[in-house]
T-cell receptor, first 112, second 111 residues
Framework: TAGITQAPTSQILAAGRSMTLRCTQDMRHNAMYWYRQDLGLGLRLIHYSNTAGTTGKGEVPDGYSVSRANTDDFPLTLASAVPSQTSVYFC???????????FGPGTRLLVL | DQQVKQNSPSLSVQEGRISILNCDYTNSMFDYFLWYKKYPAEGPTFLISISSIKDKNEDGRFTVFLNKSAKHLSLHIVPSQPGDSAVYFCAASGTASKLTFGTGTRLQVTL
């Protein structure tokens, strides 16, 4: 079973360039999330979507945008990358916002 | 404002002994608590959860205890095995709040 897939696995990006991190789930979960993991800071929520067609801001949304055109896909876009966006990005999904979240394998991003 | 705190960044335990990972929270509206386990280069995986109506939940070698009055939960792993070496995140949510994660505790189980 695929669960949640993320692409790319890793990326080196020049500052100022744009990039879209892809996330797809096949569990028909209503809710999806994007987190970043940084040493000493744990997992911080960037954006979320309670259901297809809706999105919301998390704890650290600045510099990121998301869309939720359908149930399965939840891409995260960095319009103009900065070095502070160097991180590991995890996508997650859950059947509803109150239920257990399941995570993808992550995307490692280095912004130079 | 860290609503979920894991004050021990790391823990080392000998194989076969008990591992106890601790987590404190400040939001009294949290009513669902989870533990996730994360290996390097992988996403976090769900381990065990507990709702606020219970004070203990057990699944094999893993037991989570919840002390609502102290706003404290703990994860006990017994007996600890080398494969348990990972980073453990506690997380909490409430009816009106999203899942909030702690900063993680790195567990090292030594031979």
């Amino acid at each position: 079973t695929a669960g949640i897939t993320q692409a790319p696995t890793s990326q080196i990006l020049a500052a100022g360039r744009s990039m879209t991190l892809r996330c797809t789930q096949d569990m028909r979960h209503n809710a999806m999330y994007w987190y970043r993991q940084d040493l000493g800071l744990g997992l911080r929520l960037i954006h979320y979507s309670n259901t297809a067609g809706t999105t919301g801001k998390g704890e650290v949304p600045d510099g990121y945008s998301v869309s939720r055109a359908n149930t399965d896909d939840f891409p995260l876009t960095l319009a103009s990358a900065v070095p502070s966006q160097t991180s590991v990005y995890f996508c997650a999904s859950s059947r509803t916002v109150q239920e257990t979240q399941y995570f993808g394998p992550g995307t490692r991003l280095l912004v130079l | 404002d860290q609503q979920v705190k894991q004050n021990s960044p790391s823990l080392s335990v000998q194989e076969g002994r008990i591992s106890i990972l601790n987590c404190d929270y400040t939001n009294s509206m949290f009513d669902y608590f989870l533990w996730y386990k994360k290996y390097p280069a992988e996403g976090p995986t769900f381990l065990i959860s507990i709702s606020s109506i219970k004070d203990k939940n057990e699944d094999g070698r893993f037991t989570v205890f919840l002390n609502k009055s102290a706003k404290h939960l703990s994860l006990h792993i017994v007996p600890s095995q080398p494969g348990d070496s990972a980073v453990y995140f506690c997380a909490a949510s409430g009816t009106a709040s999203k899942l909030t994660f702690g900063t993680g505790t790195r567990l090292q189980v030594t031979l």
